[in-house]
């Protein structure tokens, strides 16, 4: 089992000790660090800034949105950052939701599985430099030819050569078509609130694109990236307790009321009367409350916590569950530390 680092979006301001905890990670044997982007700080410069400090980690994103950057504009950012840190790169791609992407970006939402698979193909086209860079597709026209065009766009390849034409493009997928086609285009899926109890489903949508004739990977060459929380305590309900806030934050804030990603998941799991009541009550504001709500049975689907025994042990399942890499939380090197030991060991 491999471990990568989550760093996340920042909040009101950069976090204080993300640099201490790359470093960390790089020392203590983590195969990966990963930055998110949501409407506030952008996924690619920490990953640059505190990367650069690093020898040997792999530095990707997790996710960094298709609507914030045409795709030739995502893939001159990867191949830079690619060549910046000697071939570490790694791009994670996610869609995000209509609230982002309608109310932040100004675009429309719609055909997230279509926009995707252009998005991969143009940035492949780029990586390759095989040729003049076209797309034929309604979403990402290359050239463009449409309303306000002068006529004079041509075809063009990167100036830089790629360092890498297989730069590795993960997918954030929640649904089972989205799951599938990162099987079939992508090289991992980057899993959110992965849960042992979902993971034939899991592995049931994989397969499907595995089974789709050109596909990119196979199983033995997919990873997939679980996003987790681990936390070795002997007193898990206060951990169990920490976590609750963020997940009602997901369930009840991350996405309309109409079409929220994350609570469709959890309600794939079995808990569609817990979303509804915690949606009902972060909306109202009372947020505490819809914490409350949320049982400790929820979190242990999708937490791993408890002693380093037991720690030990729920690892080794999801790794049997086809899980490659825990993505992890950590608020000190000291949690770095123990995470390393404990998988190492």
């Known amino acids: 089992m491999k471990l990568g680092l989550q760093l996340g979006y920042w909040g009101a301001r950069p976090p204080g000790n993300a640099g ?12 990966a660090v990963f930055a998110a982007e949501s409407w506030g700080s952008d996924a690619f410069t920490p990953l640059a800034w505190w990367g650069s400090s690093t020898s040997r980690v792999r530095l990707g994103t997790s996710v960094a949105q298709l609507s914030a950057r045409t795709p030739t504009s995502c893939a001159m950012h990867a191949l830079t950052l690619d060549h910046l840190s000697g071939g570490r790169a790694i791009l994670g791609l ?3 939701g209509p609230q982002v992407v309608e109310g932040w970006y100004g675009q429309p939402f719609a055909r997230p599985l279509a926009r995707t698979r252009e998005y991969v193909d143009i940035i492949r086209q780029v990586l390759a430099r095989e040729a003049p860079v076209v797309a034929d597709g309604p979403n990402y026209p290359l050239p463009y030819t449409g309303a306000g065009a002068t006529g004079l766009g041509k075809p063009l390849r990167p100036i ?51 089974a ?38 997901y369930l009840g804030g991350m996405g309309a009321p109409e ?5 469709t998941l959890f309600r794939r799991m079995g808990y569609a009367a817990v979303v509804d009541e915690v949606g009902e009550r972060f909306r109202a504001g009372r947020r505490d409350e819809a914490a409350a709500v949320i049982p400790d049975e929820l979190v242990d689907d999708i937490a791993i916590i408890g002693t380093a025994k037991r720690v030990r042990a729920r690892i080794g399942q999801w ?18 530390e123990t995470l390393a030991g404990l998988v190492g060991g």
């Open 20 to 31: 201490e905890l790359v470093r960390a990670a790089d020392r203590h044997g983590f195969d």
């Open 94 to 96: 996610g869609v995000s």
């Open 160 to 210: 830089t050569h790629p360092l890498r034409t297989d730069l590795p493009i993960w997918l954030g997928a929640e649904g089972p078509k989205n799951v599938a086609l990162a099987a079939e285009i992508a090289d991992g899926w980057l899993a959110v609130y992965f849960s042992l109890r979902m993971a034939d489903q899991y592995n049931a949508w994989l397969d499907e694109g595995f």
């Open 212 to 249: 789709t004739p050109g596909a990119r990977r196979s199983r033995a060459d997919f990873e997939v990236a679980a996003g987790a929380q681990v936390i070795v305590t002997d007193d898990p309900a206060a951990a169990y307790a920490g976590i609750k806030p963020v997940l009602a934050l």
């Open 259 to 263: 079409l929220n990603f994350h609570a």
């Open 319 to 336: 790794e049997k569950a086809g899980v490659t890499m825990l993505v992890v939380g950590c608020g000190s090197t000291a949690e770095i």
